[in-house]
């Protein structure tokens, strides 16, 4: 009973400083993001390739010249020979059509007169593409890779191992942005975007933005044996309280999906942190070879995505329905696994920030948007299904009546 005291007591101080900060952050709108406002925040090319790009481009709109990019050299490849006075910044840059080996298009790529090159391949929750590291080293064989993750990751390419070193937007690239916001106090409006776009990035690698605050609950924890070992005997709980978070949630929706009438509903497997979260057929669905799916990108949760997988290659992708379901959703799109998906912006990554939003939501915000959603997929899937059946008795019908 004494340790329940102490988590209790350890639990309503640590609350009390989270409650104090966040009433700081809202009076100061520290909290405002314009990014996280306009749903940019997991867009790999548009938001983050992007804007890393234009603070590396010496003749960006930041007027600052070439004093980011000499920044991140610096720390990133400090012995790599690169002119950043005389340097071009591409986005998206083309290196040939896709072969064995060969082909692709490099996410931000640094190029200076004397031919050094600086690749950088970013990857927010997308998946490797066959090759890809191997394909940009071969493009340019002297040139510095440099492969960004969340998490300072490695490839899973084997292939890739010693061609690129690893960065990661957790440290390497907070720490930079860091660098370059103190060059930027003389500038306000390029300050604060800077701090706003640190600040995504500690949202999507989940950490507090306030460093004072973790300060004062550390120092709060250390205060003596006893809390530490209410924060450890806390801590040990933390990824059984996600599964409970989470069963509970996948309950709910597979109530959804059976109230709607779909079949053989599958859940997750509660030994893994990513992949599939729940799916469902329908005869519909299970003749043309798809199941609808939603299902993590990232591991611990993250990167919610939903829509139609082919499981097996054996029936050729729909372009119609892909067509039909990008009408309807203008952001959807489709790779090898997926006929088409859509992100789960609202909802994208089930860290405990997210999962609370969902738990304690008195209104079911989340399972009135989802529902939302599958009603609308669908409705597309089913006018799909529904418009091919017309035709082909359309055309069964002339066969028999040429006349007709």
Known sequence: MENIHQINQLLNETQTISESYKRVADSTGEN???????QMESDEVGTHSRFLAELLNRKGRHGQKDKFVKLFLNRFAPD????????????????????????????????????????????????????????????????????????????AQKNAHGLYFPLSYETDIIEWLEDCRKESVAVPILRETISQYINLLKKLTHQNLNKKMNQDIISRILRDNASLDSFRTLFDLHKDLKKEIIASIVS????????????????????????RLISFETPALKERGLRFQMN????????????????????????????????????????????VFL??????????????????????????????????IM????????????????????FENPGI
């Not at 405002?32 to 306009?38: E, G, H, K, P, V």
């Not at 597979?254 to 509903?265: H, L, P």
């Not at 939501?361 to 939302?372: H, K, Q, R, T, V």
């Open 32 to 38: 405002f993001n314009i990014f996280s406002i306009l």
């Open 80 to 155: 790599h020979i690169f002119r950043t006075e005389k340097s071009e910044t591409y986005v998206e840059f083309h290196v040939g059509k896709v072969a064995k080996e060969a082909g692709g298009r490099i996410d931000i790529l640094l190029r200076d007169t004397d031919g050094n090159v600086v690749m950088i391949e970013n990857k927010i929750y997308a998946g490797e593409q066959y090759n890809q590291l191997l394909r940009y080293r071969n493009a340019f064989p002297s040139g510095k890779l440099l492969y960004l993750t969340l998490f300072g990751d490695d490839s």
């Open 252 to 275: 709910r929706i597979k109530q959804m999906f059976e109230e709607r009438g779909f079949e053989n509903i599958q859940t997750m497997d509660f030994s893994k942190d990513k992949g």
């Open 296 to 339: 993590f990108e990232g591991s611990n949760y993250s990167g919610l995505l939903l829509g139609f997988v082919n499981p097996t290659a054996s029936h050729p992708k729909d372009a119609e329905l892909i067509k039909m379901v990008k009408a309807e959703f203008p952001k959807a799109q489709q790779s090898d696994w997926w006929n």
């Open 343 to 376: 992100r789960y912006e609202e909802y994208r990554d089930w860290y405990f920030a997210g999962l609370s939003k969902i738990y304690f939501d008195e209104d079911d915000a989340f399972y009135s948007d989802l529902a939302n959603k599958v009603d609308r």
């Open 379 to 398: 409705a597309v899937f089913n006018e799909r299904v529904n418009g091919t059946i017309a035709v082909a008795e359309l055309a069964a019908d002339t």
